[in-house]
């Protein structure tokens, strides 16, 4: 029976990471993956969730039982004031609902299967390039046609504003459009407020209806609530809409699948309609969300002190971050490496995309052994004080040849 299918190659992020596995290289560096590390190269456990895993459990509250198909009132409800904020003239008129979700992956996975299957959507448009699961997903959720839409100016080195606009200006009336809120991956770029201005305007124009997906909240700006502007100015807007929030980056909870799908609706009354349409679709597939990191999750967003600590813990993965930005760049320029290194610092979130060609990517990794994604995105949270320098004359020596 399984030897009736051609295998396909496997995704390209698994390759390379069992390639730097097998690297023996002490040089070697990882700038792979999509997850934050420290100065030592370690994943790091935020001392707030630290904090408030052992004061769930000295309190008692980890019981195992099955939690609710669409998870803890407790978790959605924090999650929605969290993302729209408090004072949010939807949550007000009772027109939102929060799911808690698998991470942002199963955010935009239910959210999919529901435009799919209850509205009947057909057409999804993301940005090239995009994140390498978002095509998948929406595949999966039924959808018969993707389109891309132009989102990186490769000369320039930042958003193709033109091009973006032109191909959205194209896109068939009631096309679901996936945007990433803030700290786009790959291309670490994101819209200027004006920019978004325009790219709504367009939207409500052409019927399309927007996707957000805000997976690095707080990676933008070092500020979580100025990361979650784009999305209250969908609001403000007047849209409805869906938004993919995920807690992984920001929480360190990776492995703990803590995420959100919040929908946005014109009408309170529609409501216990997508109510019941996302019991019976997010029941189908995984029964109910996992408990963990979500009792973390909204302990924290419950508590001012925690919150308060949250936010300095976000704020020292920003900072560390920033400060791999401005040393990779430092050094590429006292190098005098030619060309323009501006979009190292420019470009936001914990990716870079360093713009070189693939052939120099592939001398960096075969040469150098610095690990990379074809098209460049380099995960800058793999960057130390201490790999900094053979990273950049890596780039300059890569640049050269
Ligand atoms: N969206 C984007 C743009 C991402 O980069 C990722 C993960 O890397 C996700 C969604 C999924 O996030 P999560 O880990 O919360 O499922």
Redesign the pocket.
């Known amino acids: 029976v399984f030897s009736s299918f051609e295998p396909r190659t496997p995704i390209e992020v698994a390759g390379l990471l069992a390639e730097i596995h097998n690297d023996p290289s002490e040089k070697k560096v990882d700038l792979l993956s ?1 997850a934050y590390r420290t100065e030592e190269k370690k994943p790091w456990v935020l001392p707030v969730v630290r904090k408030t895993e052992i004061m769930l459990a000295n309190d008692g509250n980890t019981y195992h039982e099955y939690g609710h198909f669409l998870g803890s009132t407790e978790f959605n409800s924090a999650a929605t004031s969290f993302l729209l904020g408090k004072e949010s003239i939807a949550i007000k008129e009772e027109r939102t609902l929060s799911v808690q979700t ?5 955010a ?1 996975s239910i959210g999919a299967r529901f435009l799919r299957q209850c509205l009947g959507r057909t057409h999804f448009y993301l940005s090239d390039p ?2 390498e ?2 095509e998948a997903l929406f595949m999966q959720a039924g959808f018969v046609q993707s389109s891309r839409y132009r989102y990186w100016n490769a000369e320039k080195r930042c958003i193709d504003m033109d091009g973006l606009m032109e191909d959205l200006s194209k896109a068939e009336p009631y096309s679901v459009v996936l945007l ?1 809120t803030c700290a786009h ?1 790959p291309t670490g770029c994101d819209p200027t407020p004006e920019q978004w201005a325009k790219i709504a305007s367009l939207m409500r124009k052409n019927k399309l209806f927007p996707f957000l ?1 805000m ?2 909240q707080g990676f933008a700006s070092g500020d979580i609530g100025e990361d979650a502007e784009v999305v209250r100015y969908f609001v403000d807007q007047g849209f409805e809409f869906m938004c ?1 929030q ?4 920001n929480f360190g909870l ?1 492995g703990q ?1 803590a ?1 959100s799908l919040t929908i946005v609706s014109n009408c309170a009354h529609t409501i216990p309609h997508i109510i019941s349409e996302m019991i019976l679709i997010a029941g189908g597939n995984y029964m109910v969300p996992p408990l963990h990191g979500s009792r973390i999750v909204a302990t924290v967003l419950n508590d001012p002190a925690l919150f308060q600590e949250w936010e300095r813990c976000v704020k020292t993965m920003f900072d560390r971050i920033i400060a791999m930005r401005t040393g990779l760049k430092k050094r590429l320029e006292t190098l005098k490496t030619p060309g323009s290194w501006d979009h190292i610092t420019s470009q936001r979130g914990m990716f870079c995309f360093i713009g070189l060609a693939p052939a120099q990517i592939e001398y960096l990794r075969k040469k150098h052994h610095v690990y990379t994604l074809k098209n460049g995105r380099m995960n800058v949270a793999g960057l130390t004080t201490t790999n900094l320098d053979h990273v950049a004359r890596s780039i300059h020596d890569a640049v050269l040849n």
């Open positions: 999509g698998l991470g942002a992956t199963g935009l995009c994140w699961f978002h990433q991956n997906d997976a690095y993919a995920s807690f992984s980056k990776y699948r995420g």
